[in-house]
């Protein structure tokens, strides 16, 4: 019976949806047996049932991680990460920052796995997302943990980083302000955006249209030191005419 669950589990995670009829066939019992088979996974939370059958549930964050940021403008943040993913070659050395936007660029990276990629990162989040993807070999940054969103920093974090060099890197930032530049939240993270400037070809900020002007309280660095700012929709047409003003390469995700 145990067998047939797991076996049962399996199929709903690989296909998203199965039926009663067919399972009961498949595995050359009652439907009776089935129908029981699923309902006490659904109490256990493995899979929802559904008449007939049975869905894969939908596992949300907020099951593993209590970092509010994350759930913030989440349908504008995934879209800029399927967009960014797409500045991504295969064998791309890249790395990705502690930003909530970054965190879902790595869980669209754990979930497309058409690219093998080596992956840097200091986001203990992105890391756990990361951890155990065949086709991306990944290295931690050590250091002191802190900041809102678990991540490593400090002296022992920027030492970490100068061994490494990488194709790309993809960041988050407080603010974009067209006057001053890339801003940070504090000190702390922006020393380690500043030494991801250093040791990426090109830099990617992903950034929600949110994010667009307002005050700040760390200068990462100069707008025409990042490669290119990828956003979403949702970007005033003023903001995107002092990007052009400023020839900042935005890229708008749809």
Request: net charge neutral; charged share 30%; hydrophobic share 40%.
């Amino acid at each position: 019976m145990e067998e047939r669950r797991r076996s049962i589990l399996r199929e709903v995670e690989e296909k998203g949806r199965v039926r009663v009829a067919d399972l009961s066939r498949k595995y050359n019992c009652s439907e009776v047996t089935i129908r029981n088979d699923i309902k006490n996974m659904d109490i256990e939370g493995l899979l929802k049932r559904t008449h007939g059958g049975a869905i894969k549930i939908e596992r949300e964050f907020v099951r593993k991680y209590s970092a509010e940021s994350i759930y913030k403008n989440t349908d504008r943040k995934k879209k800029i990460a399927a967009c960014a993913y797409e500045f991504i070659n295969d064998r791309d050395t890249i790395l990705i920052d502690d930003a909530s936007s970054s965190f879902y660029l790595a869980v669209y990276i754990k979930e497309h796995p058409q690219k093998r990629l080596a992956v840097v990162t200091n986001s203990l989040l992105s890391g756990n997302e990361l951890a155990g993807a065949e086709h991306v070999e990944l290295y931690m940054v050590g250091g002191h943990v802190g900041g809102h969103l678990a991540a490593t920093m400090g002296d022992a974090a920027l030492q970490n980083m100068e061994q490494f060099r990488v194709d790309k890197a993809f960041i988050g930032v407080h603010s974009i302000n067209f006057d001053v530049g890339i801003t940070s939240i504090a000190t702390p993270q922006m020393q380690v955006k500043r030494a991801i400037l250093k040791m990426s070809e090109e830099v990617y900020v992903l950034a929600d249209s949110s994010k667009f002007g307002g005050g700040y309280l760390s200068v990462i660095c100069p707008m025409h030191e990042v490669y290119k700012i990828i956003t979403d929709g949702e970007v005033s047409e003023n903001n995107i005419k002092k990007a052009q003003e400023a020839a900042v390469p935005l890229v708008i995700a749809r």
